[in-house]
């Protein structure tokens, strides 16, 4: 993909973003930001792809800085995927279950 | 279209999840499912990923799974585990991990096909993806990627040291803040620079690294000046930013998923952040600086010999001003948070209503120490969703309200920012609690809030305050109450 054409991407996704979201009950703050950064985990792709950078046959996945750094990057990726949906699931259990007891 | 293939449609799919997720997060009735939804995106993404990395591009899988099982896992148990009152720090902290898993990427890029430790000229040639962008914007993107990634990890430690109170709240000023800001910050980019365009091989590496401990230093100087109060915007805006990181790494490796998807954290964190200010009514520059509140600028400010006719209440008196209460408003504030009162809180409000009482509950946008803050407080404790009112539909309703109880929260029911155009806080709204017949003013004691001012409130005739930690006397006041 072009440069260009990325830019494009980019600008055009912050103005869709600004129309999706512009108006938050403050009810969910919280959990919009907390979703919102689990979303950003998204950079997972970008870390898996970095297991491209594998060492050479037979030796360690220590023993290449970029396999060292790529495996960090997945496993903090990781971190913030796994943890902020599910976080974020907890918070608006507590919203919705509340609605049913009503 | 010769580059066209399937796992790039499905990278499309997902993007359209993350796009209809995020709208539904924005609406109170879908909101669970619209997390859902960008979960099943993220899942899809990171499946096609694993299946079809792109062509040519063969995948360690011990390193996979090294990373995904370890991160995957320590997510998990970080979800589980955490209680509702340490939610803030939760989310600052996973937000610094997506910044500092994007700085990962960046510098794995780096090291792996710049440095050349991987020889990948052969499948990058015959890669869709692969070097593509190659030089100048490459170089760019990998420099910014490692800034905003390694600002963001940094920030949002410094931001969950606050918010767990290892950190003091109040703004650290360290001595020549200013010029360190600005050296860490031109020093990077002229070191990222530099490794850009300049230097080659090993020295570019050292300059990767420097650009990287500048970055890091920046988002440790630049959150310290923050107070604790101020924190509902640092932690969206280090929300903006980890999305701004993702963009970026997208720039890096060349894919329009993580383009989307980071620019869209990046506007919703923004948008967060910019109503935040708004309603502490300064700006985001004035909050960014920092030195706002604490100890550090209580120069004229309050301590409780400042305050003459202060009236107290204890238990039991408070109670019998309840009972004859028949609508009553709880204005929860970051005392709430800390004292764990919320569940209290909700009991009496429970006990009130038994009693043909009316009962709501007032929230401050800024209230607490992150967006939306009470609000997650209020639920886990199951206060109903209709007795949660914003400032803008229950100011009115304060002159005709009997009682206003004030479990935790100074500032933002501070009449001085509507009364005295000289206070610092002029001007920011406020909940005009002073309105109300009586208030009840549960605090420890008569100490300023993060503002460092004084608040004349406590001296109105129709407040009482109530001294002691807000669960104990809220606790004391409701046997009272069932008692009598």
Redo the contacts between chains.
């Keep these: ?3 260009l054409l ?1 830019l494009f ?3 055009l ?6 129309e ?36 050479d046959e037979g030796e360690s ?1 220590f023993s ?4 060292i ?28 279950s ?2 049913k ?2 | 279209m010769e580059n066209f293939s399937f796992a790039q449609l499905l990278y499309l799919v997902a993007t359209a999840l993350f796009i209809m997720g995020i709208k539904k997060l924005s609406k109170v009735k879908t909101a669970r499912s619209g997390n859902a939804l960008a979960a099943v995106g993220m899942g899809l993404a990171i499946v096609i990923t694993l299946v079809a990395p792109g062509l040519g591009i063969k995948l360690n899988w011990p390193m996979v799974a090294m990373g995904c099982l370890g991160g995957g896992l320590l997510g998990l148990i970080m979800a589980k585990r955490v209680e509702m009152t340490g939610m803030p720090e939760l989310v600052a902290l996973l937000n610094g991990f997506g910044g500092l898993a994007s700085t990962f990427v960046a510098l794995s890029e780096f090291w792996g096909r710049y440095l050349g430790q991987t020889d990948l000229t052969a499948t990058a040639a015959s890669s869709d993806e692969g070097l593509l962008l190659g030089g100048a914007v490459w170089a760019v993107a990998i420099v910014l990627s490692v800034l905003v990634g390694t600002v963001t990890f940094t920030g949002s430690l410094m931001a969950m040291g606050k918010l767990s109170g290892r950190l003091s709240g109040n703004p650290i000023l360290l001595p020549g803040r200013h010029l360190i800001v600005a050296i860490v910050l031109f020093g990077g980019l002229y070191m990222g620079y530099l490794a850009g365009f300049s230097e080659v091989g090993d020295s570019a590496m050292y300059m990767i690294l420097g650009l990287t401990a500048c970055a890091a230093i920046f988002g440790v100087v630049s959150v310290l000046p923050i107070g604790g109060a101020d924190m509902p915007v640092v932690v969206s805006l280090l929300n903006s930013y980890s999305g701004i990181a993702a963009a970026m790494a997208g720039f890096v490796i060349g894919n329009s998923l993580l383009i989307v998807a980071g620019a869209l954290v990046g506007a919703s964190g923004m948008i967060l952040t910019v109503i935040m200010c708004k309603a502490m009514n300064r700006s985001l520059g004035n909050v960014l600086v920092g030195g706002f509140g604490g100890d550090a600028v209580a120069v004229g400010g309050a301590d409780a010999a400042d305050y003459e006719g202060v009236k107290s209440a204890g238990p039991e008196e408070a109670a019998m001003i309840l009972e004859a209460a028949t609508s009553v408003i709880f204005v929860p504030g970051y005392g709430m948070a800390v004292a764990q009162a919320q569940h209290v809180v909700k009991e009496l409000g429970e006990e009130l209503e038994a009693r043909g009482c009316k009962v709501s509950y007032a929230i401050h946008p800024v209230a607490g120490r992150m967006p939306g803050h009470m609000n997650v407080l209020l639920a886990e404790s199951d206060v109903p969703y209709e007795q949660l009112f914003e400032l803008e539909r229950i100011n009115g309703e304060f002159k005709t309200t009997d009682v206003t109880v004030i479990v935790g929260a100074n500032d933002v029911v501070n009449p001085e920012a509507i009364e005295n155009p000289a206070s610092p806080i002029a001007g920011m709204p406020i909940l005009n609690t002073h309105e109300s017949g009586t208030v009840l003013m549960i605090k420890r004691s008569l100490s300023p809030g993060y503002a460092g001012i004084k608040n004349p409130l406590f001296e109105r005739d129709n407040c009482y305050m109530c001294f002691g930690d807000g669960k104990a006397f809220i606790q004391e006041m409701l046997i009272e109450l069932k008692e009598g």
């Design positions: 993909m072009t440069f990325m991407v980019f600008v996704a912050i103005f869709a973003g600004n999706l979201i512009s108006k938050v009950p403050p009810t969910l703050h919280t959990p919009l930001m907390s979703g919102a950064n689990a979303i950003s985990g998204i950079t997972i792709v970008g870390a898996l792809m970095c297991a491209q950078f594998a060492p996945v290449n800085t970029a396999s750094l790529g495996v960090l990057a997945i496993a903090f990726a990781m971190v913030n995927v796994i943890g902020g949906f599910m976080v974020t699931d907890r918070m608006l259990a507590m919203f919705s509340k609605k007891k009503k």
